[in-house]
């Protein structure tokens, strides 16, 4: 957004951006009265154990306090997850969300990539992870940890839970951590492993407090594991790294529950015709999805980045995924926002492919 603005010489506000994708409905309306509440305490420094913010999530989670960790944004967990966990050597579920091979390469370990299949939607890889697991002998490179992005960004594609439990039963018989990252799980519960971690010691889920309740310029995530792995992670984390108007921000947006069914609804409604309506695009393959974005491959002959620098050039932002490993040079990710920027964005996108199409019967 802001290299955007810079670039184009446009306010921010001016922008439209579907490459985030954050509840378009925008935080619960308590938040705004909680952070101007906040403002007779950004003279004393935050809460550095997010106390309050760790009770009530261990409340909503039934777990202990003790078993949580809030961090600047679930990002500063995945950096810190390395050395938390002694991860040197990390499987990764491909095509997926950059940092996890960003923070192991900070720390300078090891990543074994398993892709999803085009051809398959991009379908976890379940069954490739566990055989990889299940045939792996330990003593030469050793795995430590398996990573799985549940519902998957970019892709979309949500697992169910008996899949991930059988992974985490192969996972837990090699003494490999299982990490799922559920940034987006919010809008498909019913697809969290969350609920019954607590069984399994060598599990760590993420979660953050950025997308679905959209606070992303506030930066709240947190990691949910065993006592003994959450204490290792504070103990490599700054202090004060969670400042006071995210952690208010966050416990009021978390207990908004009215907030939380309108969004869903609103979500499980525009998410569907949205969706409908870009895959009556010409020649665009649309992936099922779980979350509130979609993961589109464009025409043949056609290129993300073509598309995204045009895009960007009338104000619209959108994520070009031709770089990540795992998709092919036609993919891109577009965020669900409210109907009226949707169906802008419809236009547009027909439009340019209208266009390529012309020049493809002309060349
Ligand atoms: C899949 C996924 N996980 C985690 C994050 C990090 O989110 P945050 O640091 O805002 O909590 C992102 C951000 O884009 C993401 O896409």
Redesign the pocket.
Known sequence: MYAASRELGRDVRCLIDFS??INPLGPSPRVWRVIAEARRLITHYPDPDCWELRQALAQYWQRQAEDIVV????????DVLPRALKIRHLVIAHP??S?YAASMARVGGRITPVYAKAREQYAQPIEHLCRLLERRRRNADPIDGVLL?NP???TGQACAVDDLLRLADVAQRRKVWLII?E??ADYCPDRSLLPSAASWPHVVV??????FYA??GL???YAVAEPAAIEAFRRLMPPWSVNVMGQMAALAAMRDVAHVRKSLRFMARERERFGRVLAALPGCSVMPTSANYFFVELPPGCHARDITTQLRGEGLLIRDCSTVPGANSRSIRLAVRAQNDNDRLIRALSRWLRHQYREYQNS
């Open positions: 985030a994708s961090g600047n944004g679930s990002t500063e967990l995945l997926t969300f940092e992005c998957n960004s970019p990252d940034a987006f993420l979660r953050s407090l950025t997308k606070l992303p930066r709240v995530g």
